[in-house]
């Protein structure tokens, strides 16, 4: 049974462990074992700081997953979490299919600023905020390296969804779970 | 010549180019060439976004590169560049030596929320925002996988130096390239 990495800030809610468990029930029912970082059984060994084991074994779940997929909903900022992008990068790096979603719809430049405080260049043909700070307008959910990422390392777009529970609603997660029962039947093609 | 790759938001600044330019100096002063993401010639191939331009693009100098420095700075939100981050993940992923640095001094929990809209949970000892939201409290300078990651790939935390201009300060790029030289000496004790 292909494994599952299942990234994305939902672990920083008090029901954390209950999402994941949604999640993990979805991944059985598209025939997957989903690999959930809460999971990870820490055994900081002597002198390591928490933080460090669970560094280690949620990079042990990475590793021992065959696909990714990352919830991408931005989260305290106009972007992913942090810590879900660093291991979307994680997974390209290891050459890992990987899939994403948001439960919100707004492209990037949308959530960044409101229109009247953006200014368009006209010299570059681009937008800046009112610090000057290029704000990138490819319609993309976030930034183009992980837009971009997620279509050359799964062949699809983010799959966004606007949701009233953003950081639960499993809905675009279902939907990132039929590409990669897709991605599967290509992986078993190749075995 | 080792060949370090510069991640950072300084990307999205007016004077983008010109703050590459005094990164790829100070590279060379330490014996380093420099990629700059702006450096790559884009050459799309019909049809082909811009967007995925520039992805294919930086992911070619990221492959070149030896080594990373990532400008982990805060951008539009809590955390560091999404795209920042993004690649920093990617450099890990292909085992290569990264460095960071942040011209921000507080951590990310300090950063996150005011110690007034922060509640300590007793039953889990975990500190919550006001939405319900764990917010780690490591000390860390931002999500622990990109802390933890720096320690494991580079062997050094995030240096952090609070500057004036957070942008564009320099001073704790330079004492990441220093880390790098050392880094360097001893990817050179192995060839």
């Not at 779940?61 to 990714?68: P, T």
């Not at 009233?164 to 990669?180: K, Q, S």
């Amino acid at each position: 049974m292909r494994a599952i990495y299942l990234a994305g800030p939902e672990v920083f809610l008090p029901d954390a462990l209950a999402v994941g468990r949604r999640k993990q029930e979805l991944c059985v029912a598209y025939g997957f074992e989903g690999l959930y970082p809460l999971d990870n059984t820490l055994r900081p060994v002597a002198g390591e700081r928490l933080d460090q084991a669970i560094y280690h074994g949620n990079l042990e779940l990475i590793r021992r997953a065959d696909i990714g997929i990352c919830n991408l909903t931005p989260f305290r900022g106009a972007s992913a979490d942090a810590g879900t992008v660093f291991e979307l990068g994680l997974m390209v790096g290891l050459g890992k299919p990987v899939f994403g979603y948001t439960n919100v719809i707004d492209d990037l430049i949308a959530r960044t600023a409101p229109p009247e405080a953006l200014v368009f260049d006209e010299a570059t043909q681009e937008w800046r905020d009112t610090s000057g700070l290029l704000v990138e307008n490819f319609g993309n959910a976030d930034n183009l390296m992980i837009d971009c990422a997620l279509l050359a390392h799964g062949g699809h777009r983010v799959v966004r969804h606007a949701a009233a529970d953003p950081l639960r609603d499993l809905t675009a997660f279902e939907a990132c779970l039929r590409l990669a029962a897709s991605a599967a039947r290509q992986l078993a093609a190749r075995d």
